[in-house]
């Protein structure tokens, strides 16, 4: 017999971007805050951003993606196993059997699911601020960013669960709760 996570209904791409909209709403205000925080802190900050590629890198991954990866791997690894968006759209993220994915998968699941947006990062400062890497690397690195972009979409359209190849590689799925 099948277990009751079996017959809930797999959730579309185009419900899974409303709810990443929605998250991008709580994203938004924080980069906002962050920014108005900026003029401030300006004369600490500037060099950090400006001295060299890596320390810019180094100082937009706190200041940006780190507070982004914890509040999706947080949300969608503790007690309601969902972001505010995935919340407001009735999703939840969960084991391939319809388990809590706990914390530690939850953490491996964003950072799966960040790479590309970190990698776009690392190679726009290094565009931005020249750096030992040669033109080509970079510049290959940025089309690894659309390719792997690319198949995060089609994955989810091609697997049987509808799974991202992050969900697939981490063990977990969205579903409907």
């Known amino acids: 017999m099948e277990d009751w996570h079996d017959y809930r209904k797999d959730v579309s791409l185009s419900t899974r971007l409303i709810a990443f909209l929605w998250d ?3 994203i938004s205000c924080y980069l906002f805050l962050l ?6 802190a300006r004369p600490l900050l500037n060099p950090l951003f400006t001295s060299s590629s890596f320390s810019a890198e180094i100082t937009g991954f706190v200041l940006i993606t780190l507070p982004v990866y914890l509040y999706f791997a947080i949300s969608e690894g503790l007690k309601l196993h969902a972001t505010w968006g995935k919340r407001k759209m009735g999703i939840v993220v969960e084991g ?3 388990q809590p994915i706990g914390l530690g998968r939850s953490l491996f699941r964003s950072a799966l699911k960040f790479a590309p947006w970190e990698v776009a990062h690392f190679t726009i400062w ?3 601020i020249p ?7 970079i ?3 940025l089309m690894t960013v659309y390719v792997l972009v690319f198949i995060y979409l089609i994955s989810h359209l091609k697997s049987k669960n509808k799974q991202t190849v992050y969900d697939l590689i981490a063990g977990t799925v969205v579903r409907y709760k």
């Open 24 to 26: 991008y709403v709580i």
């Open 35 to 40: 920014f108005g925080i900026s003029f401030f």
């Open 96 to 98: 391939v059997r319809g």
């Open 126 to 128: 290094h565009i931005v």
């Open 131 to 137: 750096s030992k890497y040669p033109d080509y690397l």
């Open 139 to 141: 510049s290959l690195l």
